[in-house]
């Protein structure tokens, strides 16, 4: 999963963020940028444009690969 983050608010309670970069998500899917763009332009990821910047939410990677098995893959 994506690093916490600290805050400024409480350091002693790390937030997880709500979104990661394209990099990142492929990084955590195990797969290409190019395939997380990819993804996205097919609507098969959900996506949030902030400026020019493509996030991916947190959520939306829990989603796409779904709950472990037995073996816990």
Do not use: F, K, Q
Request: hydrophobic share 45%.
């Amino acid at each position: 999963m994506p690093e916490l983050i600290e805050t400024t608010a409480n350091p002693a309670e790390p937030v997880r963020p709500l979104a990661v970069s394209v990099e990142e998500a492929g990084r955590l899917l195990g797969v290409s940028r190019d395939l997380v763009y990819d993804m996205v332009a097919r609507h098969e990821l959900p996506a949030v444009r902030l400026g020019r910047r493509i996030v991916i939410p947190v959520r939306a990677l829990e989603e796409v690969v779904g709950e472990p098995d037995e073996m816990g893959r």
